[in-house]
């Protein structure tokens, strides 16, 4: 007889490409994930990352912002009913996977153990947008010989929170800056999945694990 495994669900959030996704689609499907993506919720209708979640027969969800600006509705009534939709795949896990939107306390206060987001960039440097791009002048510049990558939970600040997991990507002098940002989104594939799968290993002490 076979033992039933119970795979824990991840609902995984993104903007854009979604290779990070693709990094946790891929740890779930060969087993380094004890854990399936029950659904992948876009901000963006364009953003690829939906395709490759249709590909791996995942449920999608786009659920954009305008409609409730264009109402004059504050972003809050945007967030509680984000929050009700993904509380219906009764995520044990929701990752912020390249979701390119602040979120308010709305929606972290109810999720706030079960809620991570990658930032490309160590911790405490180059919150919000185009962090690899402003370290990169920052390196230009003199100013930091390494950038990285973090895995955090989630707090009203921005990019900021308990870190989970993070990896120090150096720079090389030969890199232009393509070849600087595809070598740290390679890092940002390994550490999300090493991530998750701490997270998933520590779950039963997860109030407890940041330090
Ligand atoms: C990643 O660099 C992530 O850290 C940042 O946005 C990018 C998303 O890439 N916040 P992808 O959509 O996972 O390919």
């Given at each position: 007889m076979s033992e039933t495994v119970s795979l824990a669900r991840l609902v995984v959030l993104i903007s854009g490409s979604g290779s990070n996704l693709q990094a946790l689609l891929d740890a779930c499907q060969d087993g380094r994930?004890?854990?399936?993506?029950a659904a992948v919720v876009s901000n963006?209708?364009?953003?690829?990352g939906l395709v490759r979640a249709q590909q791996a027969s995942v449920p999608t969800l786009y659920f954009p912002l305008k409609p409730y600006s264009d109402q004059g509705l504050p972003r809050e009534t945007y967030d509680r009913d984000l929050a009700a939709l993904i509380s219906c795949f009764q995520p044990d896990l929701i990752v912020?996977?390249?979701?390119?939107q602040v979120l308010t306390p709305i929606f972290i206060t109810p999720f706030a153990d079960c809620l991570i987001n990658l930032h490309?960039?160590?911790?405490?440097?180059?919150?919000?947008?185009h962090a690899i791009e402003r370290a990169f002048a920052a390196y230009q510049a003199g100013e930091i010989e390494v950038s990285g990558a973090m895995v955090h939970g989630v707090v009203p600040?921005?990019?900021?929170?308990?870190?989970?997991d993070f990896v120090v990507v150096p720079f090389d002098p030969r890199d232009q800056f393509h070849d600087f940002a595809k070598r740290l989104h390679a890092h940002e594939h390994t550490l999300l999945v090493r991530a998750v799968q701490r997270w998933l290993a520590t779950r039963p002490q997860r109030r407890d694990f940041y330090s």
């Open positions: 994930l004890p854990a399936r993506v963006r209708r364009d953003a690829y912020c996977a390249g979701w390119m490309p960039a160590l911790p405490g440097q180059f919150p919000g947008t600040e921005v990019d900021a929170g308990p870190v989970l």
